[in-house]
């Protein structure tokens, strides 16, 4: 049997006895007399009974109502995910797409429009002066800097002793000329940012100390 079933029943045991107990007082003379005491056994094994069961029974009710609440709660979550929510998060992701895109166009920023006129299509271009020594193994220069692009060098050498320029880039000859006594000559070459060396390359020349430092910029 269930607590409030065993509650009505102590409740309703409680209430008859009451009234035969009544009844009893008034009509029998001497009522309880020895009986006393297991009348007041009798109503106080019921009256502990229905305190115990009502307890139980409004336990029962309220876990009852609260398993009713949490479900009632899921189901009006559900519903919203299901239904508006989703609705609103479609649309929010949508804004939030066109946001990036726009976001990246304006990183991007605007399109860059080709030059006109006489500048158009122009390259930076720098020429730098280089001697050799007459009388000694060495450049009159031994650092030089130029612009990224087209660089010239107009090399002259007023010495009996050939000598040329070679541009290298860790170790390796990216643009030079064949070795002039008493003349001159032109040195071309495009070059990127960077550190770069230029040398005599005749046999023993750099290493006496026919070198330097090209910096382009």
């Known amino acids: ?79 919203e995910n299901e239904g508006g929510f989703g609705n609103e998060g479609g649309a929010l992701g949508g804004e939030t797409e066109e946001g990036e895109e726009e976001a990246e166009e304006a990183e991007e920023g605007p399109e860059e429009e080709e030059p006109v006129g006489p500048t158009a299509g122009e390259a930076s271009s720098t020429t730098l002066d280089l001697a050799a020594d007459p009388t000694a193994l060495a450049f009159d220069k031994t650092e030089l800097e130029a612009k990224a692009g087209k660089v010239t060098i107009d090399f002259t050498n007023p010495s009996a002793i050939p000598h040329n320029v070679v541009i290298e880039e860790d170790g390796k000859e990216l643009a030079g000329f064949e070795p002039i006594a008493e003349s001159e000559e032109t040195l071309e070459a495009e070059l990127e940012p960077g550190t770069y060396e230029f040398i005599c390359s005749v046999p023993g020349h750099a290493e006496a100390g026919m070198k330097g430092t090209l910096t382009v910029e």
Do not use: D
């Open 1 to 79: 049997m269930s607590n409030e079933t065993l509650f009505y029943v102590c409740g309703g045991v409680l209430a008859v006895s009451a009234v035969v107990t009544t009844f009893a007082g008034l009509k029998l003379k001497g009522f309880p007399g020895r009986g006393f005491s297991l009348v007041v056994i009798w109503f106080a094994v019921f009256v502990v009974g229905a305190a115990t069961f009502a307890v139980r029974y409004s336990n029962e009710e309220q876990e009852h109502r609260a398993a009713e609440l949490e479900k009632a709660g899921e189901e009006i979550e559900a519903a």
